[in-house]
């Protein structure tokens, strides 16, 4: 039987008894004279590289999901306030306006089951990002923009969708957020419902 010879202390501190590996890639001589060869620290910075490999795949995967959700279902963006508002009272309805968020997936699911078809129906749907500096025509005939707007009818949560008559006035109860599917249509109905009254009593009212 071969005989394993087992290094005390002292000698694996006074100098290597066997060769260390050819130092590459994972290898850290870790003392002046070579005695130890350790790959903790080898290990731990591919570890560390691998994590963050996995960090920038997962984002990619993230954005490029978003951007194809966000091409699916676009809806006509916001461009003149005053004038939608009047084109939508004429068929006796609300302009309905949802403030969004880039890469939202409660917006996109809006859009999806909710109002791409209210749009293909006849309703002006329309939609601004809250984080948008684009300039686009106010209610009262101005320019104004998406953070503007968003400060102005104190959207803080996206999506929040608003129903309004001429003038920019808020004719059906807003929605915020994206409550269960079940209850939304609902939710829709109720604005429209408010809305259509609002107009049959005050017509071209602001």
């Keep these: 039987m071969s005989k394993v010879k087992v290094f005390s202390l002292k000698e694996t501190q006074s100098g290597p008894?066997?060769?260390?590996?050819?130092?590459?890639?994972?290898?850290?001589?870790?003392?002046?004279?070579?005695?130890?060869?350790?790959?903790?620290?080898?290990?731990?910075?591919?570890?560390?590289?691998?994590?963050?490999?996995?960090?920038?795949?997962?984002l990619l995967l993230l954005s490029l999901t978003a951007g194809?959700?966000?091409?699916?279902?676009p809806l006509p963006p916001v461009q003149n306030?005053?004038?939608?508002?009047?084109?939508?009272?004429?068929?006796?309805?609300?302009?309905?306006?949802m403030f969004s968020l880039p890469n939202c997936p409660f917006c996109e699911k809006l859009r999806r089951t909710q109002y791409q078809f209210m749009a293909k129906e006849g309703y002006v749907v329309q939609q601004i990002e809250i984080t948008s500096r684009t300039p686009v025509t106010g209610f009262d005939g101005k320019p104004t923009t998406g953070v503007q707007l968003a400060r102005q009818f104190g959207i803080r949560l996206a999506p929040t969708v608003l129903f309004f008559g001429p003038g920019g006035k808020e004719i059906?109860?807003?929605?915020?957020?994206?409550?269960?599917?079940?209850?939304?249509?609902?939710f829709i109905d109720r604005a429209l419902k408010e809305s259509a009254q609002a107009l049959k009593a005050k017509p071209g009212a602001a």
């Design 17 to 58: 008894k066997f060769p260390c590996p050819p130092r590459g890639a994972g290898w850290v001589q870790s003392s002046p004279g070579g005695a130890q060869c350790d790959l903790r620290e080898g290990f731990v910075a591919l570890n560390q590289q691998w994590r963050q490999f996995l960090r920038l795949v997962s």
């Design 68 to 73: 194809v959700a966000w091409a699916e279902t």
């Design 81 to 97: 306030l005053q004038q939608s508002a009047l084109q939508a009272a004429a068929k006796d309805q609300p302009l309905i306006v």
């Design 172 to 186: 059906g109860e807003r929605i915020t957020g994206a409550p269960t599917a079940d209850f939304y249509g609902a």
